[in-house]
Structures are given as C-alpha cells and as structure tokens.
C-alpha cells in the first residue's frame, strides 16, 4: 500500500463510509470512503506530477502535444470558417475536455507508483481498455457540457453584438472591439461569470471522477458521485486546486495552446495523485 494511501487513511474518512441497521449493526456504506486532505496535498500532489513528467516525459510529451495541436487546429478552422467569436469561448471550453485526454497519463503514474514497467504498448492499452468502460459516458456527459457552453457563448455574444460582431473578420480585431466597447466589457464580464459557473460546476463531478474510472471497474455515476463528494468534503483544499488548474490552463491558452505540452501532463499525473489520497477502497475491499 502507498504511502499516498496510507496516509489518507490515517487521516479517516469522512462521513458516509459506514451506516448503521435498526439493529445496530454496522453496514459498509455503498460507496467508496472520501478522506480529508489539506492544502499540503495539493501541492505534494503537484509536485509527484512534475516528478512523473521528468520520469517520462516522452509519454507526458504525446498526450500534452495531442491536447495542444486539438486546441491550434480548432483555432485554424475557426478563423478559417470566419467563426472568430467563437475563437475564445472554445478554447476556454476545451479545457473541460482535458481529463479524458489525460487518461494515458494516469496509467504512467500508476506504472511509476507500482514499480511497473513502461511501454507505449501497455499505455495504449490500458487507455483502449478504459474507453471500452465507463469512461466513455464520462466523455459524453463532459462533452454535451462543453456543447451548452458553446451555445450560451454563442447566445451572449449575438445578445451584445448582433450582427455587427458577426461581420468582425479577424480574432485582433474582434478582441478589439470587446476591450474598447461598454457592451464588450459587460459581454466579458457575463460571460466569464457564467464560464466560471459552469467550470466549477463540471469541475465537481470531474476532479476525480476520471482517474477513478481508470482505476477501478466502477460505473460513472458512483464516480462523478464520489467526486461531488471529494469536492463538497475538502471544500479550501480543493478551491485551491481549481484555482491552480485555471490559471495554468489560461497561460497555456495564452500561449497559443504550445504550453499545454508540458501543463497538460504534469496537471494529468497530479490529478492521479490527487485522486489517491482523496479516495479510499472499494466498498468491500479487504
């Protein structure tokens, strides 16, 4: 057992882990144990990410780059289709997507964390297997997130520019005229507003809920469910890991998507990290 593990347990689980009968007999509870973490953890966790980057980076470096080249060429085609107003809605929405990119990298970090060998054919595997579970629905349901907030994007923008936005022929200028408009500023702040709404909304049911059904035979109910409840129960430490994960997703945006080649995985094996010592064996387990 790792230390991750261990030391989640030490620290006890929360509430819900045991029911007690009429009878007064104690029942296992029909889902897995949720611990307390701290700030600590975060950071240990972000720290374990970068140290599975450094281990093997070769895997950390394909993940990422197919993460990035998906977020350039939405752009191109953006552009290219005379779509520049959907340009920035997208690419902060195509960070919702970014856990079900990262499944390979949990299989990296829990190779390293057992001591197993690496091997692109093991890695591909194992991310081939755990698409045929259900991480495929988990995909959809982030995915159909991703879809409304492109249409409340959409409908916001229309709400503001109308057709006069719609004729704005590149992204500069575009982004010219939100930043120098009454009704640009007022578009930015509604949106971002509800951007981050949605963001924190898909960020509780997904924090764990990836890694959780790459490790475990489990449906993606009980993980989106034992992800709500990571968030709700660690309420502080978990702010502070959106918060983390927002402000590199931004610079990795602003970079022109080139940074999510290395924030990609080291946020992928950290979330696999994180994920070991939020939550605890499978009801049942020994």
């Given amino acids: 057992m790792t230390n991750e593990i261990v030391q989640s347990q030490t ?23 949720v611990f307390k973490i701290t700030s600590g953890d975060v950071f240990a966790a972000l720290a374990k990410g970068l140290e ?10 394909f993940f990422g780059g ?5 977020g350039i060429t939405i752009y191109i085609l953006l552009t290219r289709f005379d779509l520049p ?14 856990p079900f990119v990262a499944t390979g990298l949990y299989d990296v970090s829990r190779k390293l964390l057992d001591g197993e060998a690496l091997s692109w054919s093991g890695v591909l595997s194992s991310v081939w297997g755990a698409s045929g579970r259900d991480m ?7 995915g159909f997130t991703l879809i409304i907030w492109m249409d409340i994007a959409a409908l916001l923008f229309f709400g503001f520019f109308g057709g ?30 509800i951007g981050a709404l949605i963001a924190m909304f898909v960020f509780s049911f997904t924090a764990v809920s990836f890694p959780m059904l790459y490790d ?7 993980a989106m469910v034992t992800s ?14 959106a918060i983390i994960i927002g402000f590199l997703m931004l610079i990795s945006i602003a970079s022109g998507f080139l940074a999510f080649f290395i924030v990609l995985p080291v946020l992928g094996h950290a979330t696999f990290h994180l994920y070991k010592r939020l939550v605890g064996p499978q009801p049942g387990a020994a």
């Fill in 85 to 98: 107003y959907l340009v920035y809605p997208m690419a902060t929405g195509f960070v919702l997507i970014a």
């Fill in 216 to 222: 475990r035979d489990i449906d993606f109910v009980t």
């Fill in 11 to 33: 620290a006890g689980a929360t509430n819900g882990t045991t029911a007690t009968t009429m009878g007064g007999r104690k029942k296992k509870s029909p889902w897995p144990d």
């Fill in 52 to 61: 599975d980057f450094r281990a093997a980076p070769g895997f950390g470096l």
């Fill in 136 to 142: 495929g629905w988990m995909a959809l349901v982030t």
């Fill in 164 to 193: 006069q936005g719609i004729a704005t022929g590149t992204v500069p200028e575009l982004f010219k005229q939100i930043l120098t408009t009454p009704a640009g500023w007022l578009f930015l702040l509604m949106g971002n507003s």
């Fill in 66 to 70: 197919i993460y990035a080249l998906g």
């Fill in 228 to 241: 709500v409840r990571s968030v709700k129960e660690n309420s502080g430490p978990m702010l502070l890991w």
